[in-house]
Each structure stands twice: as C-alpha cells, then as structure tokens.
C-alpha cells in the first residue's frame, strides 16, 4: 500500500509541470528538486527504455492491478503501467561524463 501511495505523489509531481527536477521523499513527504539526469520520458515503451538506456540493473516483479513494475538503474528508476512509462525518478545524480 506505501507503494501505491509513493507512486501516487510521484505522478501527481510529474504532473506539476518541472520539468528538469526529481522528486525525492524526505521525513514522508515528497520533495521536488532541480536534476539533470536524462531518464525516460511518460509513454515510452519498456523495449525502447531498454533500447536507450540499456538493460536495468534491476527489474522488480509487477504489483497490483494495473499491473506497475519498476526498473532500476544507477541513477534513475522507471514505473511502468503494463508496458509503458509512467514515472521516472531521478535518484543520483548521474556520474560526469569523460
């Protein structure tokens, strides 16, 4: 239930209009911040996320109806609803590029 409620504030974030920031959680309260770590952008299909980014470093198991699944890479995470994105979450700042 604390996921779906996560989710939740995260798509209500999104849809607040930021659109270089992350949300993050602090003391149980959602947070938005300015990022610049490229993350897959709302409505993209999973093999183009994979096709982009690469393979995640993690892929949870999808949960409840709709089914959400999430992925995991090292500097974002990705909810997908079924196929396609709905959230992206920044959750490092993405490693200088040499």
């Not at 270089?20 to 300015?34: G, H, I, Q």
């Not at 892929?59 to 992206?88: C, L």
Request: net charge positive; with cysteine.
């Amino acid at each position: 239930m604390r996921l779906r409620a996560v989710i939740s504030a995260l798509c209500l974030a999104a849809v607040s209009g930021a659109a270089l920031s992350e949300t993050v959680v602090v003391d149980d309260k959602v947070v938005v911040r300015e990022s610049n770590v490229p993350r897959p952008m709302r409505g993209m299909l999973m093999s183009a996320v994979e096709q982009k980014f690469g393979a995640p470093v993690t892929r949870h198991n999808a949960v409840g109806q709709p089914p959400i699944t999430r992925w995991d890479y090292a500097s974002f995470s990705v909810f997908f609803e079924k196929d396609r994105v709905i959230h992206a979450v920044a959750t490092a700042e993405a490693p200088p590029q040499n």
